[in-house]
């Protein structure tokens, strides 16, 4: 993916984030390119994508829509994505990583620290910093070599807020959110850490805790009714039902 189609996901996925659009709503390609301000194909190509991780869906005549759902189809799809990326990490602790599938986490490693420890990140260090983030956390899934696992990631990424780097649009608009992923990225590093020294449980245990930082920024997002309305102003949280809704 080149640095102009990630900047483009992150900006659609923001707009999802933001309750820009209304469940059922058709995403067309003109449009959106227009009000990014970009050509057709990186839109085409982040609504593949965003498809995918479960945020909007095909539609009967051609393109797509926007779709509703839960937060308890949010919460639960994160923290089992935690439980397989765990065990990911574990299976590499205990069965040794290649050099280069250490080479490839350790260039993301670099890359992370590169834009995530500065005083302030813009646009494009967001989706720079999601871009490795994807290749941290498929290197791990695909290092572990392990055929039954990577099919059941590729499953749960199509949840919504599954995949790896759906929240970081959100984290992006929370004034707590670049904090947040300065603590992920210690994470990374402390994965990376318990995977060279083949300490598998501690790679585990870490791989979780490491999901449960989105989940409990989109918690903190949505307890306060007023934070919710700054941080996600398009959507409203249903206590009862848990439902998010557009008005």
Same mark, same amino acid.
């Given at each position: 993916?080149?640095?102009?189609?990630?900047? &483009?996901?992150?900006?659609?996925?923001?707009?999802?984030?933001?309750?820009t659009f209304a469940p059922g709503e058709r995403l067309a390609e003109i449009p959106l390119s227009e009000r990014l301000n970009t050509s057709r194909t990186p839109v085409r190509q982040a609504l593949v994508s965003l498809e995918h991780e479960g945020?909007?869906?095909?539609?009967?005549?051609?393109?797509?829509?926007?779709?509703?759902?839960?937060?308890?189809?949010?919460?639960?799809? $994160?923290?089992? /994505?935690?439980?397989?990326?765990?065990?990911?990490?574990?299976?590499?602790?205990?069965?040794?990583?290649?050099?280069?599938?250490?080479? $490839?986490?350790?260039?993301?490693?670099?890359?992370?620290?590169?834009?995530?420890?500065?005083?302030?990140?813009?646009?494009?260090?967001?989706?720079?910093?999601?871009?490795?983030?994807?290749?941290?956390?498929?290197? $791990? $899934?695909?290092?572990? #070599?392990?055929?039954?696992? #990577?099919?059941?990631?590729?499953?749960?990424?199509?949840?919504?807020?599954?995949?790896?780097?759906?929240?970081?649009?959100?984290?992006?608009?929370?004034?707590?959110?670049?904090?947040?992923?300065?603590?992920?990225?210690?994470?990374?590093?402390?994965? &990376?850490?318990?995977?060279?020294?083949?300490?598998?449980?501690?790679?585990?245990?870490?791989?979780?805790?490491?999901?449960?930082? #989105?989940?409990?920024?989109?918690?903190?997002?949505?307890?306060?009714?007023? /934070?919710?309305?700054?941080?996600?102003?398009?959507?409203?949280? &249903?206590?009862?039902?848990?439902?998010?809704?557009?008005?």
């Amino acid at each position: 993916m080149t640095s102009q189609q990630s900047r &483009v996901l992150v900006q659609l996925r923001g707009l999802i984030l933001n309750g820009t659009f209304a469940p059922g709503e058709r995403l067309a390609e003109i449009p959106l390119s227009e009000r990014l301000n970009t050509s057709r194909t990186p839109v085409r190509q982040a609504l593949v994508s965003l498809e995918h991780e479960g945020l909007i869906e095909a539609s009967p005549g051609g393109g797509y829509h926007m779709r509703s759902f839960t937060m308890q189809d949010v919460s639960d799809a $994160i923290r089992m /994505r935690g439980v397989i990326e765990g065990f990911a990490a574990r299976l590499l602790a205990e069965n040794g990583a290649s050099r280069r599938t250490m080479k $490839i986490l350790k260039d993301c490693l670099d890359e992370g620290d590169a834009v995530v420890f500065k005083a302030n990140m813009d646009l494009d260090d967001y989706a720079r910093y999601a871009q490795m983030n994807d290749r941290f956390h498929q290197a $791990i $899934i695909d290092g572990c #070599a392990n055929k039954t696992l #990577a099919r059941t990631i590729e499953t749960l990424n199509s949840q919504a807020f599954a995949a790896a780097s759906a929240t970081l649009p959100m984290q992006s608009s929370m004034e707590e959110g670049h904090e947040w992923m300065k603590q992920a990225h210690r994470t990374h590093h402390a994965i &990376v850490q318990a995977i060279e020294k083949h300490q598998g449980s501690r790679a585990q245990a870490l791989g979780e805790e490491h999901v449960e930082i #989105a989940r409990q920024n989109l918690d903190f997002a949505m307890e306060d009714p007023e /934070r919710a309305a700054k941080i996600l102003p398009g959507f409203q949280l &249903v206590r009862d039902s848990e439902k998010l809704l557009r008005p």
